[in-house]
């Protein structure tokens, strides 16, 4: 078991390579489950994909979709939601049926036995393949240093560089919640295929520990050195120190 890793130019040539992974994907299952990552670093697939939709190249009719993870506190109309993100980015561009697409709820009243519902949902619906981007302090989903590698969706209290890295959106680290909701490292490892994605310099150090670290619940992407059909695509920057 060894991670694939493809190298890229830059970010554009990053997306159009994981545009071609997640349509083969989709192109070769009847029901096409995908797992969905948010932030910086996946916009480029998403437009791709758009782009690839609108020229007829691939339908998402058939395809369902389960979100990594959600800020506790933003519901889904809330324009910093991740919810709100995946739609502005990519649900409202494609054919997908909103009732196939799956994010945690941040404003649930009970976070708990939301993460229950949501467990319940990644148990029956099984990944084809889960999107990640990583964290520049080596997280995957919101699964900050130290998070056991047999978790499952749960309450996470977000890392302060994880709080900086995102506090651009809420116009200052105040504003930033300090909860969210994730899909815990078992949840992520029993996606039949993973796709990673790193762009820039900032992620240069985290991707070297992953690929070639120890695998320690200190680098949490360092557990990938143990799933069955890791991808990772990177653009030149954040392959620098590999
Ligand atoms: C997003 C997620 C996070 C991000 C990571 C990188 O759903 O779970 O793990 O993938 O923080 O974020 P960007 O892409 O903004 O650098």
């Known amino acids: 078991m060894s991670i694939k890793v493809f190298i890229r130019n830059d970010y554009q040539e990053l997306s159009i390579k ?43 009719s058939n395809v369902k979709t389960v979100n990594l993870d959600e800020y ?54 099984k990944r084809d393949i889960q999107l990640l981007g990583i964290g520049s302090n080596g997280h995957i989903g919101f699964n900050e240093p130290g998070t056991p590698f047999d978790s499952t969706t749960y309450v996470v209290r977000l890392a302060e560089s994880t709080r900086k890295d995102n506090f651009g959106a809420f116009g200052g680290m105040e504003n930033v919640p300090e909860m969210a909701i994730t899909m815990g490292i078992s949840d992520i490892m029993s996606a039949k295929k993973i796709l990673l994605l790193a762009s820039g310099k900032n992620k240069a150090s985290a991707v070297r520990e992953m690929l070639l670290g120890k695998v320690s619940e200190d680098c949490p992407a360092s557990i990938l050195q143990r799933h069955p059909d890791a991808t990772v695509i990177l653009d030149r920057d954040a392959s620098r120190l590999i």
């Open 18 to 60: 994981a545009a071609e992974i997640v349509e083969e994907t989709v192109s070769d299952n009847p029901f096409p489950v995908l797992g969905l990552a948010t932030g910086k670093t996946p916009t480029g697939l998403y437009r791709q994909l758009v782009a690839d939709y609108s020229r007829g190249i691939i339908s998402f």
């Open 72 to 125: 506790a506190g933003l519901s889904a109309d809330d324009t910093r939601s991740f919810a709100f993100f995946m739609k502005k980015n990519l649900f409202s561009h494609i054919d997908i049926l909103p009732q196939n697409t799956y994010i945690p709820n941040g404003a649930a009243d009970d976070l708990s036995i939301e993460c229950r519902r949501y467990s319940y949902i990644l148990k029956n619906l």
